[in-house]
């Protein structure tokens, strides 16, 4: 029996569509004993809503299985003035956190989505004002660093572009509160009571996920669903403990492998 961490987007899912074969192995998983816990870098989402959606594509998941980095800021955060370039879908899962306009002890990048509102967020003004705000000595935290994500009409940029930007301008570096911050994936080992070397990270983002995993110690399991490519994953360098088509192919690799 293993402590299985699986990421979301890519794994599960792309733009919400079940990858095939995606729900009956996680069925499957359960049957055989093991652990599951969901971790996804969605900053776009709240989670209540994540999980109704998971659950109207025939997963079996409750929403305290899911652990998503804008409730990993919300803990971090707890009680600080925070100037918060997020969607604000999310917001209700940053509770704890003081919203602020400016004077703020941190600014907070989250992720873009495939809707205009992320031309707003992360419009010239609110990047100038975020910036500002490093200037006056504000930390700088994202939800997560990714340069791009894949949609059902291919790559698009992600936040991880303005927190790489901003960066560059105030000479600050950025505390990622997602995967692959290493408090992120303890997290989620605390919550399921296991050490790292009994846990197995899936996932389809070689940096994020894979490497994430790896330095803290876990096994993992690079899918080629997503934003797999091979190209990439060849020049990487990156080595998963198992490369497999997709999650649909998990429950029979546990099963037969020691
Ligand atoms: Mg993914």
Aim: charged share 25%; glycine share 8%; net charge negative.
């Amino acid at each position: 029996m293993a402590a299985i961490l699986i990421d979301i987007d890519g794994v599960l899912s792309v733009s919400n569509e079940p990858i095939p074969g995606a729900t009956g192995a996680v069925r499957r998983l359960r049957e055989a004993g093991h652990r599951l816990r969901f971790l996804t870098n969605n900053t776009t989402c709240p989670r209540a809503r994540l999980t109704e959606l998971l659950r109207s594509k025939g997963f079996d998941v409750d929403e305290e299985a899911l652990q998503t980095a804008p409730r990993a800021a919300a803990r971090t955060l707890a009680g600080r003035r925070v100037l918060a370039l997020t969607m604000s879908a999310i917001v209700e899962d940053l509770k704890g956190i003081e919203l602020v306009g400016e004077s703020a002890d941190a600014v907070l990048l989250g992720g873009a989505d495939e809707t205009e509102e992320t031309g707003r967020v992360f419009s010239h003004m609110n990047l100038a004002r975020a910036f500002a705000e490093l200037e006056a000595g504000a930390e700088l935290f994202c939800l997560h660093r990714n340069p791009w994500w894949q949609t059902k009409h291919g790559p698009l940029l992600d936040s991880g572009a303005y927190v790489a930007g901003l960066e560059y301008a105030a000479g600050v570096h950025a505390t990622v509160l997602g995967k692959p911050s290493s408090s992120f994936f303890a997290a989620a080992l605390e919550a399921l009571d296991s050490d790292p070397g009994q846990a197995l990270m899936v996932g389809d983002d070689l940096a994020s996920d894979i490497r994430g995993a790896q330095l803290h110690g876990m096994r993992t399991v690079l899918v080629r669903t997503g934003k797999f490519r091979p190209d990439v994953y060849e020049r990487s360098g990156i080595r998963p403990t198992v490369l497999l088509s997709s999650i649909a192919d998990l429950p029979e690799w546990l099963a037969t492998a020691r």
